[in-house]
């Protein structure tokens, strides 16, 4: 479906979950968010529904996220029937890789092709501060086995800390030189409970940029079709991996946005920075029709702000990331 600015949305991020193994800086406080009671959260039958509804929207592309996706139970399962709906043409999923080790096998069997994994440190010491006890080890176990599984293609995904992980932009970008990784470097976002840390960490993608050309020479600007994010590629000459640049806030990339995020508890929202929500849960529950379903999507995809700044007019605060679905 089109939207009123003329974007074709057809990306539906889902959370699966609130809860998380991890207690990221940026993300969480660190007695972590206030859960919602289990009956809130949509259950697998309610969500492959909505999946369902949302393709006759026109939805493609689907991102299983969280919360940590892999921590809930019957996810292999759940990811199956996925799959094999009529209209899910990709299927991707984000994850903090910690248990990656114990279940890529099994994900790239039930369906998944392409993985997101967030590491923002490869200094163990450092992940654990940020992560809040999180192992470094697992997740790099978790990257090695996604690609030697054949995914394709693995991306790590760095959220950009000025004064916490500088030290290691170069060495993400020499791993591009070693591995066929994609590794995307993200600003961070001042979003819930994260704002103080993240307005002092923050700095643009093209501060990285600079830092990582001013060692390993000029990047070559590369074309990338997988997906459907908004980074802009490069490559350091030669290497097998890509870099990508993320600046959802020094440069939005509003004109090109072609989603809407599910909440784990089935709230539709139009919009990572506004916080106005439509409820799928209640009408689900209260045996609402396919065609009724789809309408609420319809209304979310026509609420969708221009841009960032008109999201930010609107509304603000609010969630945060784990519980919309980062
Ligand atoms: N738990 C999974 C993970 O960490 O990959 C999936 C959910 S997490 C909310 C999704 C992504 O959002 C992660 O890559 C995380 O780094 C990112 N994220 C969380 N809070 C953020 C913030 N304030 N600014 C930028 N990215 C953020
Ligand atoms: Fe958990 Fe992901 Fe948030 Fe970290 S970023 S606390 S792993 S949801």
């Given at each position: 479906?089109v939207?009123?600015?003329?974007?074709?949305?057809?990306y539906?991020?889902?959370?699966?979950?609130?809860?998380?193994?991890l207690?990221?800086?940026y993300?969480m406080?660190?007695e972590?968010?206030?859960?919602k009671p289990?009956?809130e959260?949509?259950?697998?039958?309610?969500?492959?529904?909505?999946i369902?509804?949302?393709?006759?929207?026109g939805?493609?592309?689907?991102?299983?996220?969280g919360?940590?996706?892999?921590?809930?139970k019957g996810?292999?399962e759940?990811?199956?029937?996925?799959?094999?709906?009529?209209?899910?043409?990709?299927?991707?999923?984000?994850?903090?890789?910690?248990?990656?080790?114990?279940?890529?096998?099994?994900?790239?069997?039930?369906?998944?092709?392409?993985?997101?994994?967030?590491?923002?440190?490869?200094?163990?010491?450092?992940?654990r501060?940020l992560?809040?006890?999180?192992?470094f080890s697992k997740?790099?176990?978790?990257?090695?086995?996604?690609?030697?599984l054949?995914?394709?293609?693995?991306?790590?995904?760095?959220?950009?800390?000025?004064g916490?992980?500088?030290q290691?932009?170069?060495?993400?970008?020499?791993?591009?030189c070693?591995?066929?990784v994609?590794?995307r470097f993200i600003?961070?976002?001042s979003?819930?409970?994260?704002?103080?840390?993240?307005?002092k960490?923050?700095?643009?993608?093209?501060?990285v940029?600079?830092?990582?050309e001013?060692?390993?020479?000029?990047?070559?600007?590369?074309e990338?079709?997988?997906?459907?994010?908004?980074?802009?590629?490069?490559?350091?000459?030669?290497?097998?991996?890509?870099?990508?640049f993320?600046s959802?806030?020094s440069?939005?990339?509003?004109?090109?946005?072609?989603?809407?995020?599910l909440?784990?508890?089935?709230?539709?929202?139009?919009?990572?920075?506004d916080?106005?929500e439509?409820?799928?849960?209640?009408?689900?529950?209260?045996?609402?029709?396919?065609?009724?379903?789809?309408?609420?999507?319809?209304?979310?995809?026509?609420?969708?702000?221009?841009s960032?700044?008109?999201?930010?007019?609107?509304?603000?605060?609010?969630?945060?990331?784990?519980?919309i679905?980062?």
């Amino acid at each position: 479906m089109v939207d009123r600015y003329g974007r074709k949305i057809d990306y539906l991020r889902v959370s699966i979950t609130d809860r998380c193994n991890l207690r990221c800086i940026y993300c969480m406080p660190a007695e972590g968010v206030e859960l919602k009671p289990r009956e809130e959260i949509l259950c697998f039958e309610e969500l492959l529904r909505l999946i369902r509804v949302a393709t006759s929207v026109g939805f493609r592309k689907f991102r299983l996220t969280g919360g940590e996706p892999l921590v809930r139970k019957g996810l292999i399962e759940f990811i199956r029937s996925l799959v094999q709906l009529p209209g899910v043409e990709d299927l991707s999923l984000t994850t903090n890789g910690i248990l990656l080790p114990q279940m890529a096998a099994q994900l790239k069997d039930a369906g998944v092709r392409r993985l997101n994994i967030s590491l923002d440190t490869l200094n163990p010491e450092k992940y654990r501060e940020l992560t809040r006890g999180g192992d470094f080890s697992k997740v790099w176990e978790g990257i090695q086995k996604s690609l030697d599984l054949g995914f394709d293609p693995v991306k790590v995904n760095v959220v950009i800390l000025k004064g916490f992980n500088d030290q290691d932009w170069v060495d993400f970008a020499e791993l591009t030189c070693r591995y066929p990784v994609h590794v995307r470097f993200i600003e961070v976002m001042s979003i819930g409970t994260s704002r103080e840390f993240a307005e002092k960490h923050f700095a643009p993608a093209s501060q990285v940029r600079e830092r990582i050309e001013a060692v390993l020479g000029k990047l070559v600007p590369v074309e990338v079709v997988t997906g459907s994010g908004p980074a802009r590629y490069f490559q350091v000459p030669g290497a097998s991996g890509k870099l990508g640049f993320i600046s959802a806030v020094s440069n939005h990339f509003c004109s090109r946005c072609n989603r809407i995020r599910l909440t784990a508890d089935g709230q539709l929202r139009p919009c990572l920075f506004d916080q106005r929500e439509l409820d799928l849960r209640r009408p689900l529950r209260a045996g609402a029709s396919d065609q009724e379903l789809a309408e609420i999507f319809r209304k979310a995809i026509s609420l969708k702000p221009s841009s960032y700044h008109e999201a930010v007019r609107l509304a603000s605060g609010g969630r945060d990331m784990c519980q919309i679905g980062g």
